[in-house]
């Protein structure tokens, strides 16, 4: 009886198809890590990080979790931006949420799904404190997108605020922080105008953003 695993001979078939496009790709990936992008994105199958921004393995080092959360007590996210900016030397850290995300739609609705419950609180933290600008909307949807878009910016200030990307600054580095959408239904990713640099003012820019979306999730249900 076989009992090898069907995703053995997917991965068998990805490198013969792999080696037919790029016969050295595995020698020279394994002499060398060097990415120039951390992505920090939300763990959704439907998300594969390297594929959307059409890079190879190698290119790009990658922390994901439930609705791209970033804590300052997640030794786990704090070791990832701490080898990405120290020891990568990476000066562009991307914060991607997407619109559809079980777990904002979950903390928006006060589900109970067990432990990840706890987790989630951080994400009701943003929609609280973002009360005033998801209240107008009229549809779930519209909040659902909206909060999506509010947590991603809360994200990006959380990792201007990390000790790893404080201390970047200090010595001088031109590490940038972004926040961006990616929209599972088209396939498409959106720069939510929220990109820290040293010497920004993140509490300023943090505003502006979560109005800009604000601003446009209006503008969305009006059209609808």
Known sequence: MNN????????????????????????????LQAPKFLWIGCADSRVPANEIVGLKPGEMFV?????????????????????????????????????????????????RLGLIDNW????????????????????????????????????????????????????GRTVHVRGWIYDVADGLLQDLSMCVGPGDDVGVLQRAAALAAAQRAMERSVRT
Do not use: K
Request: with cysteine; glycine share 6%.
């Open 63 to 111: 922390h994901r979790n439930v609705a791209n959360v970033v804590v300052h007590t997640d030794l786990n996210c704090l070791s990832v931006i701490q080898y990405a900016v120290d020891v990568l030397n990476i000066d562009d850290i991307l914060v991607v949420g997407h619109y559809g995300c079980g777990g904002i739609a979950a903390a928006l609705e006060g589900q």
């Open 120 to 171: 989630l609180r951080h994400v009701q933290d943003v929609m609280r404190r973002g009360e005033q600008l998801l209240e107008p909307l009229t549809t779930v949807t519209a909040r659902q997108r909206l909060l999506t878009e509010l947590n991603v910016i809360e994200q990006v200030a959380n990792v201007c605020q990390t000790t790893m990307v404080q201390g970047a600054w200090d010595r």
């Open 4 to 31: 090898e695993h069907p995703l053995f001979a997917n991965n068998r078939s990805w490198v013969r198809a792999v080696n037919a496009s790029d016969p050295g790709f595995f020698a020279t990936l394994s002499r």
